[in-house]
């Protein structure tokens, strides 16, 4: 499998309704595709995850577009591949920027999977027929929205309710939810709003039987959170902190974290998302799939990801519907009671909507080798 093409798209799109985390508020999300094609003309398509903002991360859609183009995608032009795992060994060299390597090697991966009339899950090894979804909740201006939003997310039969807290949004939060909602699989997630400081806090939030609190502490942390694990009954699940198999090894060998949430993105793509997936499993650690906002792109790779056997606890890929008001993709992601078929066509299994995504397309970069 030879690259002979890559494409950059700078992507400009809305989502129906903003976003908010501990850290910030997201609605307009400018974000990168990637398009990689073979000799023969096949191709395949990546997402970056990085958004406008180093918030979640020190990555930008700026200094994806900088590596990608000065670093990654001279390395990869012209280069034959038998294995999509050989990128990411390719990349190795180049320190972080894991976005940034994901987005190059998710198109790669894709690419092979078509190439091998493969399914991108059958490819991955994944052998899920449907996988099981939840939804991420974005921090409301009153509990009285939040249980809103919760009753119809329920009604549509997510399988369990992420909310996000923060300082100040978080004890009276989950207390007025779990009043209405005793039963629903709840966990909460405070992307590192906490200190150890807090952990009087952090204590009271196991009263409300969630499934897991994730990444209270630091981003880069894993020794903070073992001294907490230690004190709560809460498993805590580590987003943030776990860059690599390596960040998984040494969290579990600390006791810092009970639970992971792979992103494909942030550990830098397909290859280390199933190597941290195997280690995972033969360690007694689940897994759930941890999402980034993502367009039809990034979402259907999230899909292929979660058939793998240790995806136990549903992921954050919702529908297509509950971000934007037209997806990149045909079909758009649909979840129904909660889950979502696993499209039967090759690579991602969604067609790129290219008349969609042109609409959203702001600028491209063209790279061809002869
Ligand atoms: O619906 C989604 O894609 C997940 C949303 C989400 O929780 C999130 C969104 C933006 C940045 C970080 C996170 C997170 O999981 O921490
Ligand atoms: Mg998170």
């Not at 690419?111 to 052998?127: D, F």
């Not at 939060?173 to 009087?200: C, G, H, Q, W």
């Not at 494909?264 to 998302?273: F, H, N, P, Q, Y």
Request: aromatic fraction near 8%; hydrophobic fraction near 40%.
């Amino acid at each position: 499998m030879l690259i002979k093409e890559m494409n950059i798209r700078k992507m400009n799109m809305t989502m129906k309704s903003p976003f908010s985390t501990s850290f910030g508020t997201f609605q307009v999300k400018e974000f990168l595709l990637l398009e990689a094609t073979d000799e023969l003309g096949n191709t395949g398509w990546g997402e970056s995850t990085a958004f406008q903002s180093p918030w979640y991360s020190e990555e930008t859609l700026e200094t994806n577009l900088h590596i990608i183009r000065d670093f990654l995608i001279p390395l990869v032009l012209d280069k034959g591949f038998n294995h999509p795992d050989e990128v990411s060994e390719l990349f190795a060299p180049l320190r972080k920027n894991n976005m940034a390597k994901a987005a190059v090697e998710g198109a790669i991966w894709d690419l092979y999977a078509k190439r091998n009339k493969l399914t991108l899950a059958e490819a991955l090894g994944g052998t899920a027929e449907k996988i099981e979804v939840g939804i991420s909740i974005g921090i409301q201006k009153s509990a009285a929205e939040l249980i809103n939003l919760v009753h119809g997310y329920v009604a549509e039969g997510y399988k369990r309710m992420k909310v996000k807290i923060k300082p100040g949004h978080d004890v009276e939060v989950l207390r007025a939810l779990r009043e209405v909602f005793p039963d629903v699989p709840l966990m909460a997630d405070a992307n590192s709003a906490y200190t150890l400081n807090d952990i009087k806090l952090l204590k009271q939030l196991d009263e409300f039987n969630l499934t897991m609190i994730e990444q209270p502490l630091a981003s880069d942390d894993i020794i903070d959170h073992a001294k907490l694990q230690k004190e709560l009954k809460t498993p805590i699940c580590l987003d943030e902190s776990i860059l690599s198999l390596e960040d998984t090894r040494k969290a579990f060998e600390l006791g810092s974290t009970k639970i992971i949430n792979i992103k494909i993105g942030r550990v830098g793509g397909l290859t280390e998302s199933k190597k941290i997936h195997d280690f995972c499993m033969a360690n007694g650690i689940p897994v759930w799939c941890g999402g980034m906002l993502e367009s039809g792109i990034g979402r259907a790779h999230n899909v292929a990801l979660t058939t793998l056997p240790n995806f136990i606890l549903p992921g954050d890929t919702a529908s297509s519907s509950r971000y934007w008001e037209e997806d990149v993709i045909s079909p758009e992601v649909v979840a129904e009671d909660g889950y979502i078929t696993v499209p039967k066509a090759y690579g991602i299994g969604y067609e790129p909507n290219i008349e969609a995504m042109d609409r959203y397309t702001v600028e491209q970069f063209h790279f061809k080798s002869e």
